[in-house]
């Protein structure tokens, strides 16, 4: 790279430089520009988010006892990763047999080499979803399965903000405001929701919720930002064979949290089976479900995407728990719920899409013509050399080739 230019090392051809903001605008103009296929695939990844996001917490309820887990949270999340790792082997194996004669072997173990060198950034996320796991269902024993549902919505906030400081993603100001109506919305439902006179790991249970809200913001929304980062910027690759580095990395940090249980609570912790019900069984086939339904939000949507889609499932979520276990919907609930859904309709109304700066505009295509014109120059002052030599040569200013 010299200059602002991008130069082959092969063909030694030379391209302009593309600055944070051009990729950032192309990216815009990709999602504008998006075809009818690719839209039907967002619907159902939206509609399939709703269902298992909104199941997610109801099953994490009903899998307690008297208010208490009988099983080790860590086994549940070491045995959801097994479950996508199993998935991701068997859609491998599916795909390696329906290649086309003359592409590269999926399962050759030079592509897997290659590929788990190429994708090794995947162990950050997978390392940041295995705490969000264990906190999933520690934010049980503070709020009822809705609120829950309505805290993790503060991701779409904190995702925002790192999207636009690490990948130069623009936001209008509309869909600024989209995102403030949103928190409004979580702040309407949050009021008076935590349960009175109880007490947790010797802390206040107020103090305590809002320590683990903020790590339960946090953690997951930079797993999802470097989560999508690590996806696309190895498009070409396999999204099984990235599920498979990913979920194994996922197992493994799962596996050595078994293991410090194991060393503070005795052997007898070490059977990852006990305590389940059919109840966790559903949740972890949901929980694997839900895995892999977000990895193909990452790759072929958008993170942003993705959290809007599971505050739809709060309505689910809301309904559902107050049918099965007599939680009431509140007015800030319904308040709540509606001010969310507004902030939905702003965020991605035609209204709100980022237009394009003509200032920026013109001094980038001001850039450019300065690299033209620097070529130009060079190439003028190889004519003028070329002119100069030839009038040299007409006017008889060089040695004879041949003696008089």
Same mark, same amino acid.
């Given at each position: 790279?010299?200059?602002? =230019? ?132 520690? =934010? ?9 549902? =309505? ?55 107020? =103090? ?197």
């Amino acid at each position: 790279m010299k200059n602002g =230019m991008i130069e082959c090392s092969v063909c030694h051809s030379k391209l302009v430089s593309p600055t944070t903001r051009a990729v950032s605008r192309a990216y815009d103009q990709h999602r504008s520009k998006i075809s009818s296929k690719h839209r039907a695939l967002n619907v159902f990844l939206v509609v399939g988010d709703c269902i298992l996001v909104g199941l997610q917490p109801i099953l994490v309820f009903m899998s307690k006892v008297d208010g208490k887990f009988e099983f080790s949270p860590v086994s549940v999340n070491f045995l959801t990763e097994a479950a996508k790792v199993v998935f991701a082997v068997v859609m491998l194996l599916f795909q390696a047999r329906h290649q086309k004669v003359g592409e590269k072997s999926l399962l050759s173990p030079s592509t897997l080499v290659q590929a788990a060198r190429n994708n090794v950034l995947l162990a950050v996320p997978a390392f940041l979803y295995a705490i969000n796991n264990y906190l999933k269902f520690t =934010m049980q024993l503070y709020f009822n399965p809705a609120t829950v549902k =309505m805290l993790s919505n503060l991701k779409v906030l904190v995702i925002a903000l790192l999207l636009k400081i690490i990948m130069r993603r623009r936001f209008s100001i509309i869909q600024w405001e989209a995102l403030a109506l949103l928190l409004i919305g979580i702040s309407v439902n949050q009021l008076r929701s935590l349960p009175e006179g109880t007490t947790a790991l010797g802390v206040p249970v107020a =103090m305590g919720a809002y320590v683990y809200t903020l790590i339960f913001v946090t953690v997951p929304s930079m797993a999802s930002v470097y989560n999508e980062y690590a996806l696309k910027s190895q498009f070409d690759t396999s999204i099984y064979l990235q599920n498979l580095f990913l979920y194994g990395y996922g197992a493994i940090f799962n596996f050595l949290g078994i293991l410090g249980t194991v060393i503070v609570k005795g052997p007898s912790s070490f059977d990852i089976l006990h305590g389940h019900s059919k109840a966790t069984l559903f949740l972890i086939c949901n929980n694997a479900a839900q895995g892999i339904l977000s990895s193909f939000f990452f790759k072929y949507a958008d993170t942003i995407l993705k959290k809007y889609s599971s505050t739809v499932a709060t309505i689910f979520t809301g309904i559902a728990s107050a049918a099965l276990f007599g939680h009431t919907l509140t007015i800030n609930f319904i308040l709540g719920i509606s001010i969310v859904f507004i902030s939905m309709h702003q965020f991605f109304s035609p209204l709100a899409k980022v237009k394009d700066e003509p200032q920026i505009e013109k001094l980038e295509m001001m850039g450019q013509n300065n690299h033209r014109s620097n070529d130009s120059s060079f190439i003028d002052m190889a004519a003028g050399a070329t002119e100069d030599a030839s009038h040299r040569v007409g006017t008889g200013d060089r040695e004879p080739l041949l003696p008089k």
